[in-house]
C-alpha cells in the first residue's frame, strides 16, 4: 500500500519526466533551427556591415591589399572566414550554403553567406563563412544548459510539490491521527479540523457524526446489558436457591440429585457470566472510583500466591521478577487485581506441563512496566486480532469460564490508561505487556 501523498508525487513526477522526455525529444531540432537562425542572421549583419564599410572606404583597400585580386581572412582558430574577390559578370548570388574551404592546408566545412554585389562597374564575390563545428559547438553547449536546467526545475518542482501536498494533506493526517488514538467512540475528540478544504472538513464532520452514532449506539448497549444483567439475577438467584433446597432433601434419588448438580452448575457459570457483563458495563460506565494506592509488587505477589497451587497441579512454574517495585496511585486495586488475575490465570492454564510462567515488573522510559509471559501453545495472528473480543474461546474459556475474562482484563486496563500489548509465537508462548502512565 502507498500513501496518497506519495501516489500524488509519483504522479507528478511521472507526469513531468514524459513531458520532459517528449520535449527532449524534439529539442535537439528546435534548438538546431533557433540556433542556425541566429547564425544566418548573424552573417547577414556582417555582409550588411562590410558592405557598408566597402561603401565608405572604396574596394581598393581591400583587392589592392591581395596581389591575386581577391581578399581573404580568417580568425587564429580557423571558426570564421571573409573574402573577397572578382567575380565575372553573371548570376546575382544571395545565398546561405554549406561549403567545404582549403585553409593552410587542412579543409574545413563552413555555413557561408555568398553575395554578388558591383562597384565602379566591376563584379565582387563576398563570402563569409562559420565553421559546422563551432555551431554544432555551440548547440551542444544550449543544450546541455537547457537539460541542466530542467534537471534543477524537475527537482525543485518534485520537492515543492511534495511540500505542498503534505501541507494541503495535513487535516487528512488530524483525521487519521484522531482516529487512531482513541480506545473507544466516547474518546473521540469531536473538535473540528481546521481545513479550508471542503472535502476535508465534510469529511470530518462525516466521521464526528459518526463517532457520535457509535458511541450512543454503545450506551444503549451498555444499558440493555445492565437493565438484562439486572433482570436475570434474581431469576438466577431463585432457581439456585430452589434447587440448593431440592437437593438436601433426602427422598430424592442419587440421579435426579446429579442433574440438579448439574445444573447449579449451568446456573453458577450463567451467574458468573451476568456478573462479568455487569462488571464490564460499569468500568466502560466509569462507575468505579480511582482513589486506592497499590503497591505492585504486593499485589502480584498475592496473585501469584492464589495461583501457586493451579500451577503445582498442572506442573507449571510460576516465578516473579521485580526489578523495579512502584507505590501507584489513584488506582482501583480490585480491578487491577482482576484484571492481572484473569491474564496470569489464563497463561497457566495454558501452559504445558514442564513449562513456565513469568512475571516481570520494571521501569522501560520512565513508566512502569508489567510483563506476563508464559511457554504455552501461543497464537496466530487471527487469534491475536480477536483476543480481548467478548466470549473468544482462544485463551481464557476451559470450558467453566465465561470466555470474557481477557475483555474485563482491557476494559481495567482502559479506564486506568494502561497500554496493553500481546505477542505471540504459535508453540512457542505469548508475551502480554502492561505499560502504566507516567503520572501514575
Keep these: 500500500m502507498i500513501r496518497l501523498k506519495t501516489k500524488l508525487a509519483l504522479f507528478n513526477l511521472l507526469s513531468k519526466l514524459i513531458f520532459t522526455a517528449l520535449f527532449l525529444l524534439f529539442l535537439p531540432g528546435i534548438i538546431e533551427r533557433i540556433y542556425l537562425r541566429q547564425v544566418d542572421k548573424d552573417l547577414i549583419q556582417k555582409r550588411e556591415k562590410t558592405i557598408a564599410l566597402i561603401s565608405?572606404?572604396?574596394?581598393?583597400?581591400?583587392?589592392?591589399?591581395?596581389?591575386?585580386?581577391?581578399?581573404?581572412?580568417?580568425?587564429?582558430?580557423?571558426?570564421?572566414?571573409?573574402?573577397?574577390?572578382?567575380?565575372?559578370?553573371?548570376?546575382?548570388?544571395?545565398?546561405?550554403?554549406?561549403?567545404?574551404?582549403?585553409?593552410?592546408?587542412?579543409?574545413?566545412?563552413?555555413?557561408?553567406?555568398?553575395?554578388?554585389?558591383?562597384?565602379?562597374?566591376?563584379?565582387?564575390?563576398?563570402?563569409?563563412?562559420?565553421?559546422?563545428?563551432?555551431?554544432?559547438?555551440?548547440?551542444?553547449?544550449?543544450?546541455?544548459?537547457?537539460?541542466?536546467?530542467?534537471?534543477?526545475?524537475?527537482?525543485?518542482?518534485?520537492?515543492?510539490?511534495?511540500?505542498y501536498t503534505r501541507i494541503i494533506l495535513k487535516p487528512l493526517e488530524k483525521i487519521k491521527s484522531k482516529l487512531r488514538e482513541i480506545s473507544s467512540?466516547?474518546?473521540?475528540?469531536?473538535?473540528?479540523?481546521?481545513?479550508?478544504?471542503?472535502?476535508?472538513?465534510?469529511?470530518?464532520?462525516?466521521?464526528?457524526?459518526?463517532?457520535?452514532?457509535?458511541?450512543?449506539?454503545?450506551?444503549?448497549?451498555k444499558e440493555i446489558t445492565v437493565n438484562i444483567s439486572h433482570e436475570l439475577m434474581t431469576p438466577i438467584s431463585v432457581m439456585r436457591s430452589k434447587l440448593e433446597n431440592i437437593l438436601i432433601q433426602e427422598e430424592i434419588g442419587e440421579e435426579t440429585a446429579m442433574r440438579i448438580e448439574e445444573s447449579l452448575k449451568t446456573l453458577q457459570r450463567l451467574q458468573r457470566l451476568v456478573n462479568s457483563l455487569l462488571m464490564i458495563a460499569r468500568i466502560e460506565s466509569r462507575q468505579y472510583l480511582l482513589e486506592d494506592t497499590a503497591d505492585m509488587a504486593d499485589l502480584l505477589t498475592e496473585i501469584t500466591e492464589e495461583l501457586k497451587p493451579v500451577a503445582t497441579d498442572k506442573q507449571v512454574e510460576l516465578r516473579g521478577h521485580y526489578l523495579f517495585n512502584g507505590c501507584l496511585r489513584q488506582v482501583n486495586r480490585p480491578l487491577l487485581f482482576s484484571m492481572f488475575y484473569n491474564v496470569i490465570n489464563n497463561a497457566v492454564k495454558n501452559t504445558g506441563s514442564g513449562g513456565s510462567v513469568s512475571i516481570r515488573v520494571e521501569k522501560i522510559s520512565g513508566a512502569l512496566n508489567v510483563t506476563v509471559s508464559d511457554t504455552g501453545r501461543g497464537m496466530t495472528r487471527e487469534q491475536l486480532d480477536k483476543l480481548f473480543s467478548r466470549f473468544s474461546s482462544r485463551r481464557d474459556n476451559n470450558g467453566d469460564g465465561t470466555g470474557i475474562g481477557l475483555a474485563i482484563a482491557k476494559s481495567i486496563a482502559d479506564l486506568h490508561g494502561i497500554t496493553v500489548s500481546v505477542s505471540s509465537i504459535p508453540g512457542k508462548g505469548t508475551d502480554f505487556s502492561f505499560t502504566f502512565p507516567e503520572n501514575s
Design 185 to 221: 467512540p466516547t474518546k473521540f475528540d469531536k473538535t473540528p479540523v481546521k481545513t479550508n478544504t471542503l472535502d476535508f472538513a465534510a469529511l470530518d464532520k462525516a466521521m464526528i457524526e459518526l463517532m457520535m452514532k457509535i458511541e450512543d449506539s454503545f450506551r444503549k448497549e
Design 56 to 163: 565608405e572606404a572604396g574596394i581598393e583597400p581591400f583587392i589592392e591589399s591581395d596581389s591575386t585580386g581577391a581578399f581573404g581572412s580568417f580568425n587564429i582558430l580557423k571558426e570564421e572566414y571573409i573574402s573577397l574577390e572578382k567575380t565575372r559578370g553573371g548570376e546575382e548570388l544571395n545565398e546561405i550554403v554549406i561549403c567545404d574551404r582549403f585553409i593552410e592546408d587542412e579543409i574545413i566545412t563552413y555555413r557561408a553567406i555568398n553575395y554578388t554585389f558591383q562597384v565602379d562597374g566591376e563584379s565582387y564575390l563576398l563570402e563569409i563563412g562559420k565553421s559546422l563545428e563551432t555551431i554544432t559547438q555551440g548547440r551542444k553547449s544550449i543544450y546541455r544548459i537547457i537539460l541542466g536546467f530542467l534537471v534543477f526545475i524537475i527537482l525543485l518542482t518534485l520537492v515543492t510539490d511534495l511540500q
